[in-house]
């Protein structure tokens, strides 16, 4: 059993950083692929990116790739997604996951366990 809290929203201007956190409790994190997940209104949930047990591989979305940065502290429990340059179309909660393994890492229905996710504004 994995249990996520996220934090680290808020509101911000665009242009603007914030970095997300998602600690975890129990024993497998350290062996589960840890992913980031965003909704916003009016849309269905979408894969932003993920991260391999040992931090040595990632996966991001195409919108995301060079403006966020997933990484992982497996002695502290924390995975982070650090995201720059924030646009108004980044307005969303974003949700941590884990799941193990890596097969279809941005399949949503792949992952066992969910956060209660944290707002994300971004002004313009």
């Known amino acids: 059993q994995v249990h996520l809290v996220e934090s680290g929203g808020g509101l911000v201007q665009a242009g603007g950083s914030l970095r997300l956190s998602c600690a975890a409790s129990g024993r497998t994190f350290s062996s589960n692929a840890m992913g980031w997940f965003r909704q916003a209104p009016g849309k269905e949930r979408e894969f932003v990116a993920a991260?391999?047990?040992?931090?040595?591989?990632?996966s991001y979305a195409d919108s995301v790739k060079g403006q966020f940065t997933i990484s992982r502290d497996n002695a502290k429990n924390t995975v982070y997604l650090q995201m720059n340059s924030l646009k108004p179309e980044d307005t969303a909660v974003y949700f941590c996951?884990?799941?193990?393994?890596?097969?279809?890492?941005?399949?949503?229905?792949?992952?066992?366990?969910w956060g209660q996710g944290t707002q994300v504004t971004v002004s313009s």
């Open positions: 996951a884990a799941k193990t393994g890596w097969y279809q890492i941005q399949n949503q229905r792949k992952y066992d366990y």
């Open positions: 991260i391999n047990w040992n931090g040595g591989g990632t």
